[in-house]
Nanobody
Framework: QVQLVESGGGLVQAGGSLRLSCAASGSIFSINTMGWYRQAPGNQRELVAAITSGGSTNYADSVKGRFTISRDNAKNTVYLQMNSLKPEDTAVYYC???????????????????WGQGTQVTVSS
């Protein structure tokens, strides 16, 4: 079993920064790709960023140049550094992890086998 716990969310002004963390525990040897999704009220959950075990990354067009995903395998933790935040970034952010199985497309939601509870990010204007 794998558990994911997000932290680092909060309330910031437009133009500010936050760093989200997601710590994995349990059967940590059963994780390949990790990703961040977000969901705003009335919207579908969307991919923000993903990172494979080898370090390859994917980003939503709306966050390229502003957000950076990284991981520390020794700490079993994935991070999302969010800079130049905009009000439209307001959402619940979810951490997700993929087991070494199929499907395995990093940008497909169905790929992910484990999900955190989410952390709220609110950006005021």
């Amino acid at each position: 079993q794998v558990q994911l716990v997000e932290s680092g969310g909060g309330l910031v002004q437009a133009g500010g920064s936050l760093r989200l963390s997601c710590a994995a525990s349990g059967s940590i040897f059963s994780i390949n790709t990790m990703g961040w999704y977000r969901q705003a009220p009335g919207n579908q959950r969307e991919l923000v960023a993903a990172i494979t075990s080898g370090g390859s990354t994917n980003y939503a067009d709306s966050v390229k140049g502003r957000f950076t995903i990284s991981r520390d395998n020794a700490k079993n933790t994935v991070y999302l550094q969010m800079n130049s935040l905009k009000p439209e970034d307001t959402a619940v952010y979810y951490c997700a992890a993929d087991r070494p199985n199929y499907p395995s497309d990093p940008v497909a939601e169905i790929t992910y086998d484990y999900w955190g509870q989410g952390t709220q990010v609110t950006v005021s204007s």
